[in-house]
């Protein structure tokens, strides 16, 4: 008998001590709300003054029935008061660090929501991520993004939920997302009850996606090659990487004549890359100089030339490509690399720098004669140390490098955002 009521009392405590992890892990890098907010919809305002008119009427016409309608209409206002704000008193939140995305274009921002309170569930609860509120004598801010509201239909206690909605980031750079909010009017949408959340977060949008002549990318390869080839003369190529045994196919000019007079069998000379596999993406946005060539003042002209080099990275990784990028005037440089990681790490140096004007400096290296390069500028002096005989690209000349200019985003307007 001992012994039953001894195990009976160690599940017991299993089963608390399970509750209490459980508890804890509901609470464990979640936020709790900051604020609340109140707020009367159309429909309550209405029922309230329905309740006043049953109230006048029950007193003046001490009629039993209007007495008892009255009391249901406030037992209904205070049960939607009840209600709706305990069941938002036990919700905690935690925003996933959303991952960045081209300015206008939609991403994606997962949530978790988590219902610590032991006994009251959530219903029809609209999570929603804004900017903090303006205090007062604060300028009004730039709208910099839009955030989906997302619908969380059912919380039971003690549970945990994962949801999903879209942003759209509204121009390039930092956004900064400072509050989250839930908000219900639950049971009887008489009022829309609000919980505020201190919940910081900090992302990058890359520059917009523009398109951009995918041939430009060709041009400026051959344009490499021609160069190497005509300096080099008729047995021109790239830089020998070292020797190995003729195969059937191999060109006769690379045969390695003083090594295969060495040996017994014919060996060529093997290259370390092809000529114009290297390709430069220079950004100048140093100040324009007179007019250039279908100039428009509608445009935000760095913001297209930033947007510009973006995608010309995204082609060129595609391609296979190792693709570097120099910003003249902020001497950012990121040497050619191959794969889809330095894709990223040019759209992060676009997205991230500022485009103050400044003089064009000097490039910071040595360009190599089998490197290809696109210059991308505003109407600017050309920076010292740039080959004459690389691409140059003028955004204002929509026809040069725009495959569509009537599906340029908007937001690469002027005052758009």
Not at 53 to 78: C, D, I, P
Not at 161 to 174: A, K, M, Y
Request: aromatic fraction near 6%; glycine fraction near 12%.
């Amino acid at each position: 008998m001992t012994t039953a009521v001894h195990d009976t009392r160690a599940a017991g405590a299993s089963r608390a001590g399970a509750v209490r992890g459980r508890r804890s892990r509901l609470r464990d890098g979640f936020t709790r709300h900051t604020a609340r907010r109140q707020r009367w919809g159309a429909a309550g305002v209405l029922y309230v003054m329905t309740c006043v008119f049953l109230a006048l009427g029950a007193v003046n016409a001490q009629n039993n029935l209007l007495f008892l309608a009255f009391g249901l209409g406030l037992g209904g206002l205070v049960t939607s008061g009840l209600v709706s704000g305990a069941s938002l008193m036990g919700l905690r939140v935690k925003r996933r660090q959303p991952g960045a995305c081209a300015a206008g274009e939609p991403g994606v921002i997962r949530y978790e929501v988590a219902n610590v309170s032991a006994i009251m569930p959530a219903f029809c609860v609209v999570l929603e991520d804004s900017a903090r509120r303006r205090r007062k004598g604060e300028p009004r801010a730039e709208l910099a993004y839009r955030v989906s509201p997302a619908l969380v239909g059912h919380l039971g206690p003690r549970t945990l939920v994962t949801i999903e909605t879209s942003w759209l980031p509204l121009r390039r750079g930092w956004i900064d997302i400072e509050e989250m909010t839930l908000t219900t009017t639950f049971p009887f949408g008489l009022m829309r009850k609000t919980v505020v959340f201190s919940v910081a977060a900090r992302v990058l949008a890359w520059p917009s996606r523009v398109p951009v002549r995918p041939m430009l990318i060709d041009q400026a390869a051959r344009g490499a090659r021609q160069n190497l080839q005509a300096r080099r003369g008729a047995f021109g190529g790239e830089d020998v990487f070292g020797v190995r045994e003729y195969r059937e196919g191999d060109a006769i000019k690379d045969i390695a004549w003083r090594s295969t007079a060495r040996g017994q069998a014919v060996l060529v000379r093997q290259r370390a890359e092809p000529a114009g596999s290297r390709l430069w993406i220079t950004l100048n946005l140093s100040p324009a100089s007179g007019q250039g060539p279908g100039e428009s003042s509608e445009w935000n002209e760095p913001e297209l030339a930033i947007a510009c080099a973006g995608e010309l990275a995204r082609q060129a990784a595609d391609r296979g490509l190792s693709v570097g990028l120099c910003v003249t005037h902020t001497g950012t440089v990121l040497p050619p690399r191959e794969g889809a990681g330095q894709s990223r790490a040019i759209l992060d140096a676009l997205g991230a720098f500022a485009t103050e004007p400044n003089e064009p400096r000097s490039l910071p290296r040595a360009f190599r004669r089998d490197e290809a390069m696109v210059e991308i500028h505003v109407g600017g002096a050309a920076p010292a140390g740039l080959p004459g005989s690389r691409m140059r690209i003028d955004v204002r000349d929509f026809g040069a490098w725009c495959a569509d200019p009537a599906s340029v985003p908007a937001i690469l307007r002027k005052g758009a955002s």
